[in-house]
């Protein structure tokens, strides 16, 4: 199936019901009917998109939505391959399946999410992957890649998923991070790490490490190198060939959640 935004809407849209799981089962004119939510007006989702029958079982989703929510909410299977900007909480509590983006997205990708894979080409924004206000727990499973850059807490209370950011970051990546990768490229903002009880940070950039982080010592992961070339075949993020061989210093912290973290940084 194949949806293309005729109207841009003059307020936030949530449009939960855009993912393969619903749409895929339907026809056409069915998927027309489908409500969507303008602000706090119920509408019919042809009111805002045109709707066509696609080449493949992949759903297809075009146009500038930077105004849209939720789009791939719930997902569990399927395909998603969005051309465009898309607004706030993509992918929320996704399950499974693949969302791909040739654009940016907005705040709180991927809130909740427990399995799936998402990729972003453009930048992402504030609360990538992170626990909603007063929740112990963030994403659990799953695969994120934005190859632009991100801005604040990316992977708050993470529990479990592999993150990997080609571009800058913002401050407090990784703050209260319970488990799981992160894997970023570009410079960092302060904080990072702040309160992480276990995971792995990798910053192949020079950071400011928070006082509370012991240094260990420098070595060589090899699982860095499987990550590496697994990034290097599925996305656009230039990794130098140096990286490869190269010797990381590694810091335990953060010293109030009792030094299990870890966090790695490349020896330039």
């Known amino acids: 199936m194949k949806l293309k935004l005729h109207t841009q809407p003059d307020v936030p849209l949530e449009a939960e019901c855009i993912t393969p799981g619903v749409i895929n089962k339907l026809k056409p004119k069915e998927v ?8 706090n007006r119920e509408s019919d989702l042809a009111d805002f998109f045109k709707v066509s029958k696609g080449k493949s079982d992949i759903l297809e989703v075009e146009g500038d939505m930077h105004k849209i929510k939720y789009l791939g909410a719930n997902m569990s299977s399927g395909e998603m391959q969005i051309e465009g900007d898309v607004g706030a909480h993509l992918g929320s509590a996704i399950s499974g399946g693949f969302i791909k983006i040739n654009g940016s997205a907005a705040d709180w990708v991927a809130p909740e999410m427990t399995g799936g894979r998402i990729h972003i080409t453009g930048n992402g924004g504030h609360c990538i ?19 632009g850059n991100v801005k604040n807490e990316l992977g708050h209370a993470m529990a479990g998923s592999t993150m990997v ?14 488990s799981g990768t992160i894997l970023t490229f570009g410079e960092m903002g302060i904080r990072t790490g702040a309160g992480m009880k276990r995971g792995s940070i990798i910053c192949m950039n020079n950071i400011e490490v928070l006082p509370t982080f012991s240094y260990d010592c420098m070595y060589t992961p090899i699982y860095i190198k499987l990550l590496f070339k697994y990034i290097k075949e599925n996305t656009k993020i ?5 990286f490869f061989s190269g010797s ?11 030094n299990r973290g870890e966090l790695l940084v490349y020896a330039a």
Request: glycine share 18%.
């Open 248 to 258: 990381f210093h590694r810091w335990s912290g953060d010293a109030i959640e009792m």
């Open 165 to 178: 950011v080609g571009g800058k970051c913002g401050d407090f990546t990784g703050v209260n991070m319970i």
């Open 238 to 242: 230039t990794i130098d060939e140096k």
């Open 32 to 39: 027309e009917k489908l409500k969507i939510y303008h602000g």
């Open 129 to 147: 992957a992170s626990a909603y206000r007063g929740a112990s727990k963030g994403v659990t499973g799953g695969e994120i890649i934005i190859e």
